[in-house]
């Protein structure tokens, strides 16, 4: 093997960041060109608003396919919390309270698929699978497939109309995620247990780690990040759409992959999820901006991501492991 | 006087049809570097298993630190203080070494990981005394074989581990990254830590070892002190070697060779200088009604002339088959060419498990069974039976699934998958690997039998009996290239094959070899 | 050995005597029996048909996925890719090419859209999840913009007569879709036990390296399921649209789940090696009666997709307890 080259974990992840800021740069740069309107404050501000639910999501997501696991269900989650919310303020509680409790049908939902993936060892992409679909029905029952619209309270919208300073509270709470995630990751305990199961299992078992109390808390923290999530579109939205969050899960998955996330685990970052993300709201944004059909972008979703497994796993060879 | 760290009585495991380990009594003291070795199959691996909880015992008595010690998983044995460092190593490349090390021992509070500092203290300076030249923020990903043991053993050190248990740790390093270990093994007795170290490579034992215990066929031989043997063999080494080599043959007699003269004609199969990532310039000719034996320790480079002929990996140099120059770039057209494979690993690279006998037979060539261009269940269940009745395999019929036979008979499966493809040089790796007494005889006959009619059989094999009693020419591999080629015979000395594998015969012999 | 009987001995991959198998039918049993009896509406010709209209086009692109999945791969895309296809049969139909050339222009698109997937996975040695969720993106997006492109949501209008022939046309009282549909499902179940093809599936799904070793060439045959399901999904596609007398591009959303669940229930494991397509049908049958029986029951839509939510894994579970008692 040879001596080894003095390059740290932390410089080699770096590089493939820097290639994706790089790109996300690009992009930015070609779309300024291209259109009037692209670098405004309000665009941009439009562009941060509608990743806040994939970055917030991904958080969790991210931490989730590091240990080599994946949740499938978050969209399902999603238009759950976003009803939950939106029912229970229709009861006349205090709004913080509703949101808290939409958060938390998130979680019940991580509960179930932490039963089923880790007690019950049903593999990961079916039994998340499972979820998505017995969620999604069950909150067409509940909401009778019709959108929560009347009876909400006045400050339903509280998460982004509330604001300290020019700043809504939801963009707030997207950043005490970003934080408490990235804290997580670099140095935390469930962060490295993440890395060590993903990457090699056996390893971790042998050193002592419970690999399956770190997967249940995996998947209650994406539920219960999804639920959040749910809750800030609902906010957003001003209603309660049971039809939100199809295909959501694929676009947190492309998120976290772009980042360079590999599906077997044991490599990946928050900070190249959020990258990820951004660098698919604005192509879409850019496009849309440009007047192409949004169809469009469904199909460059696509490419994108094959690319960005392509990338991944050519990079991984050159390093020769 | 050293005290006792582990006392064995009387230790015995049996596996159905199988006895790993018989009688086995000895006892291992505390700081010294203990040396096992013994042939593949003389029961050293499942001795460990069983000591570190991977196995339980059958009967007999094993203390640890004078308490009776019987683990029931390899976690137990670990919090009372048992190190193994497997030839897999168990490091997490993506983590840094420092995370390595700590790696489920930190300290934490609200779940972020607070470091200890006295126990941090502890591992850099283990780790530094080791190998002053890896950095704590390296990723081990990025680090060398040697390197990624070396913080095995920081680990295995810091979380004061009694005992480390080395298996085969040289295999995969180079001769510099040897003598680095065994100064860090010099290291561990001045911290009082126990080693047990097992090896093929016999020098070894006389460059580092305290102690040797020498295994032969489940039983323990002979314990003794290093220097004591080495005193009473002069002082040489090669002589001691030779010693050793005595206690762990035991008497090796080829009374089932029979001779065979194999008929001159052209080679039916040839490598000349060829070279690949492991192999180093390998040449040799099979010729037909030949059996060719390939001998050496783990990793002298059997399988990787299998995977070479077979058109697993990229050479460098000529094959040549039937007298034709030939480049293979996958299994199917080795096979076309009329080589077929028996592999190593029976259950993972040799039988499909989930399927039946009839199915693994024919998976190698299913012209014999088709009718119109479809599979006809009459041929194949003639087929299987056939085979089931000529090979002797013994089940409820072909119908039944492979993963539930024995070892044996899973391996004349395998076997009768080859024979169905009806080719003319079989290539078998470890064939009757984990076999018992009764069906090793049952294949090799198989084997001598293929001969007989014609097929060139080339037979890769760890264990010394099976290649004296099957193969007619004998090729001795030591680090990937070819040290001899000796014809069998009745003077067939099995010390000297072994001095050669083992490289333990002196500079001159070496030399002669080439 | 002992005489044991032959259900706890045998676990043949290939078997029609499968464990899971025997159980799936009783299930099914229980399923129409229950429904006879809740309701007269149950065993009606009509209903039959309707049940049998239904599950085909899973079963159509079913029979490929199921030896597909066997050989331990699985495709995601299927549904766009057959609303992409269907929209382009529309097009080329309104365009002047005759429908019945168009219909297998359709298929061929399918394969075309199949390779992509087989070179992805086989060459470029990426994941199937992968792949195939790529390629379900771009098919999605390619029939939206192929609806748009020619001018509006779905191409609805300047179809030849003959174009709802397909999708409505029948041989005697048997509709021609489901006659397909049973050809199709009687070529897989022959490949699947009767051929050296099938067997390379088996192989390559349970014991990759041992394939390998023994020769069989994986990727050539992976890659020629993937354009298999690929063809046979553009087939569905054109029916699809047929039926419906539109080019709608949304239409396929969560056909790949179906699809998947009937195999699954089937008793064909996520992991390669075991498996049938008589299975498939078995699955697909049982999730069809039960959403027609409790349509007909007037029990809510959405219930049906929770229930599918547990039947997926219910069966994961059952095959896995199976595995295990038969061990």
Known sequence: MGAAMAKSGRVQVNSQLLVLIGILAFICLVFTFTTQSFLTVENLGNLVRSSAFVIVTGAGVTLLMISGNIDLSVGSVLALASCVYAFAAKTGMPVEL?????????????????????????????????TMYAVRGFVLIISDAKTVRGGLPPNFTFLDMTHLGPIPLAFFIVLVVILV????????????????????????????????????????????????????????????????????????????????????????????????????????????????????????????????????????????? | MAETLIEIQGLTKNFPGVMALRDVSFSIARNTVHCIVGENGAGKSTLIKILTGAQRKTSGSVTYNGKDWDPRSTGEAMKAGMSVLFQELNVVDQLTVEQNLTLGKEKSRFGFERRNEAQFALTVEA??????GIGLQERVGNLSVAQRQVIEIAKAISSNSDLIVMDEPTAAISDEEVKRLFAIIRQLHERNVTVIYITHRLTEIFDIGDIVTVLRDGQMIETRSVRELSASCSDDEVEACSELIRMMLGKVVAERYVPREPPSGDPILEFSNVSSAKLKDVSFELRRGEILGFYGLVGAGKTEIARAIYGLDAITGTMRVKGRPRVFKNPRAAISAGIAMVPEERRTEGLLTKLTIRENITIMDMKPIKRFGFLSRVKERQLARSFIERVRIATTGEEQNVAKLSGGNQQKVVLSKCLNAASSILLLDEPTRGIDVGAKEEIHSLIRQLADGGAGIIVFSSELPEILNLCDRIVLLYNGSVRKTLKNGAEMDSHLIMQIVTDSTGSDARAQAG | MTDRPALALRTRSSANLDPQKIIMVGILMLIVVAFTMATPKFLTYVNLVNVFMNIALILLTGSAATLLMIAGNFDLSVGSVVAFTG??????????????????????????????????????????????????????????????????????????????????ATVGPVPIPLLLVALIVVIFAVIQNRTSFGRYAYAIGGNP????????????????????????????????????????????????????????????SIYGGIGSVTGTVIGALIVGFVANGLNLLDVQAFYQTVIKGFILVAAILLNRVIKEKVE
């Open chain 3, 209 to 268: 390296v041992c394939a390998a070793l023994s020769g069989v060439r994986s990727s050539r045959v992976v890659t020629i399921l993937y354009v298999i399901t690929g063809l046979l999904t553009g087939l569905s596609g054109a029916i699809f649209v047929s039926r419906i007398g539109t080019g709608v591009p949304r239409i396929g959303n969560g056909f790949e789940f179906d699809v998947i669940i009937a195999i699954v229930l089937g008793g064909t």
């Open chain 2, 127 to 132: 780790l530094r005394s080791l190998d002053p």
């Open chain 3, 87 to 168: 929209v382009m049969h529309a097009l080329m139909s309104k365009y002047g090419v005759p429908t019945n050339i168009s219909i297998l222009l359709a298929a061929l698109i399918g394969s075309l859209c199949g390779l992509i997937n087989g070179t992805l996975v086989t060459r470029l040695k990426i994941t199937p999840v992968i792949a195939t969720l790529g390629m379900m993106y771009v098919a999605r997006g390619g029939a939206f913009l192929v609806a748009r492109a020619d001018g509006g949501a779905n191409i609805a209008s300047g179809l030849p007569p003959d174009f709802q022939a397909l999708g409505r």
């Open chain 1, 181 to 321: 995630f990235y804290a997580i990751e670099k140095k935390a305990l469930l962060g490295k247990y993440s890395f060590a199961i993903g990457g090699n299992k056996t390893a971790a078992v042998l050193s002592g780690i419970n690999a399956d109390a770190v997967l249940i808390k995996l998947y209650l923290i994406v539920g219960f990040l999804a639920g959040l999530s749910g809750v800030m579109m609902c906010s957003r939205l001003a209603v309660g759409d049971q039809n939100v969050g199809v295909r959501f899960e694929f676009d947190v998955i492309i998120a976290v992959i772009l980042g360079g996330t590999s599906l077997a685990g044991g490599k990946g970052s928050i900070i190249g999820m959020i990258v990820g993300a951004l660098i698919v709201q604005v192509i879409g944004n850019g496009l849309n901006m440009l007047n192409v059909l949004s169809f469009w972008q469904s199909v460059i979703k696509g490419v994108l991501l094959v690319l960005a497994v392509v990338l991944n796993q050519a990079l991984v060879r050159t390093k020769g492991r």
């Open chain 1, 98 to 130: 509703a949101a808290l409790l939409g958060a938390l049908s998130g979680l019940a939902v991580g509960v179930i698929n932490a039963l089923t993936a880790v007690r019950w060892k049903v593999t990961p992409f079916i039994a998340t699978l499972g």
